[in-house]
């Protein structure tokens, strides 16, 4: 089971989890069995055509999914994903 | 009978090898590593070109911070080749340095020859106490001082991350320090934005910023922006500043800034604080992504909370935004390896800091292209603009 790092924002989502497992070889399946666990997730991850929302980056531990094979990309055990929105904020 | 000091120098003179200045002149750009051993109030009457500068009576602490490889290519001098000589003899006989030459007649004979000599800005005595835990690092020197007096550094917002930044940047002597902000001290402020007081609440932030950095520092000039950064003033406020530091706290202008930044080659140091998480990275335009890279649009308005709405630890602002403070200095100095191509993430809570890499994008909207074709009506324009701030109101 892959680890998964949740953003502060996608936590209300999950039960304020900040970090959940999921079963997956690849990042598609892995993401996907995060969304069927947590619904909710689902619209924040995925686009209307399946693929990830582009505000949203996905790193397989350190390097942007994008880069590698996109959701194709495999995962191992052992690995993390880090979900990691845009976040602004200065706190005026 | 001990040897005189005549007979030491003549004997150490043997062992070592000196160079004739006209052979240093030629050797000037040839990777050579020119040391100059006087003492500080000699160095500042004027050097050879490009040297550096270890005074002999901190040679033995300092030389490897300057030198750290043991077969550079070396040259030492001073005044007439005396303790150039001594100062040789310690490289190589106790310190195991491989090639090291001492230069003869020191810069007695170099001035006579008629050679250029570089007469550099000195510190003031003043400067040079408030500073001098700064001078004793071979990293920033009076050199690297005088590169932080000679800065401009833009803040964006005086709040939570730009008060830290703003306290440590005029401690450490950054010369100019712009400060944009349109807001008030407010009570609820005070909790983390540790520039302003609780004498200031209602004051303008840009006018309590810059009471309490003069009241620090007074070698640093303030220069006050009391608006909200926007498309209509940005060209005005970025140019000729060196590094901005960014803790913008909405998308519309964090993109506007990432655009105008680009377009001016300056770069900015960015960080964002959440609850009790932080990122930040240096956005250096050309050299490594810029924001659009790492985000080429922003997230629906529900999952862009700002701190206001959320809440933030204390101090969490302040430890990412000495690390901005940490950023800019090194920038300014040209020294370490910037956070450019990662975006480091602090969790507080877990007391772990971790990174990813970002790339940068080579279909980039804007940093793929020249900075002069970025017009100024497509700044700050991301896709489905109108709708995020229909949904952000």
């Keep these: ?92 | 009978m001990s040897p005189s000091g005549a007979e030491v120098l003549r004997q150490i003179k043997s062992r070592i090898d000196e160079v004739d200045p006209s052979s240093v002149h030629d050797q000037l750009s040839n990777g050579a590593v020119v040391i100059d051993v006087r003492e500080p109030e000699e160095w500042s009457t004027g050097h050879i070109p490009g040297a550096r500068h270890v005074p002999k009576s901190y040679f033995e602490s300092r030389i490897e911070g300057t030198v750290g490889d043991r077969s550079q290519h070396v040259i030492l001098y001073c005044q007439s080749g005396v303790r150039s000589a001594w100062a040789a003899r310690t490289m190589i006989e106790d310190l195991g340095y491989e090639h090291v030459e001492s230069m003869t007649g020191g810069m007695t004979l170099w001035k006579d020859r008629g050679y250029e000599v570089e007469v550099p800005r000195s510190l003031t005595a003043e400067q040079r106490e408030r500073y001098s835990r700064h001078l004793l690092l071979p990293e920033v020197g009076s050199e690297g001082q005088q590169k932080l007096l000679d800065a401009k550094v833009l803040l964006l917002g005086a709040g939570g991350l730009g008060s830290p930044t703003g306290l440590y940047l005029a401690a450490a002597g950054v010369g100019t320090l712009g400060i944009v902000d349109d807001d008030a001290v407010d009570l609820s402020n005070l909790q983390r934005q540790v520039i302003h007081n609780s004498q200031r609440i209602g004051v303008p932030k840009v006018d309590s910023a810059e009471e309490t950095i003069t009241a620090l520092n007074p070698d640093v000039k303030v220069e006050k922006y009391p608006v909200r950064l926007g498309p209509a003033n940005i060209m005005d406020i970025l140019p000729g500043y060196d590094v901005v530091v960014d803790g913008l706290d909405n998308f519309p202008t964090r993109y506007l800034l990432n655009d105008a930044s680009v377009r001016l080659q300056i770069p900015v140091v960015s960080a964002a604080i959440l609850g009790f998480e932080g990122q930040l990275s240096v956005f250096k335009p050309y050299d490594g992504p810029c924001y659009r890279c790492l985000f080429p649009t922003p997230p629906p308005a529900e999952l862009a909370p700002s701190c206001g709405a959320n809440g933030v630890l204390g101090v969490l602002p302040g430890t990412m935004g000495l690390l901005q403070a940490t950023e800019v200095i090194k920038l300014i100095l040209g020294e370490g390896e910037p956070a450019i191509g990662r975006l480091l993430l602090y969790d507080a809570l877990a007391a772990t800091l971790g990174e990813v890499k970002i790339r940068r994008d080579p279909n980039c909207p804007i940093c793929s292209r020249d900075p002069e074709s970025i017009s100024d009506e497509e700044m700050g324009v991301f896709p489905d603009y109108e709708a995020f701030c229909a949904g952000a109101h």
Excluded: C, W
């Design chain 1, 1 to 92: 089971m892959a680890t998964i790092r949740i953003p502060p924002v996608l936590r209300p989502a999950v039960g304020g989890e900040k970090e959940l497992t999921a079963g997956g070889s690849s990042v598609g399946e892995v993401l996907r069995a995060l969304a069927d666990a947590h619904p909710e997730t689902q619209s924040q991850l995925f686009a209307a055509d399946g693929g990830l929302n582009r505000y949203v980056n996905v790193y397989l531990n350190d390097g942007d999914v994008r880069v590698l094979d996109g959701l194709d990309t495999a995962v191992g055990e052992s690995d993390t994903l880090v979900i990691l929105p845009a976040m602004a904020g200065g706190a005026r």
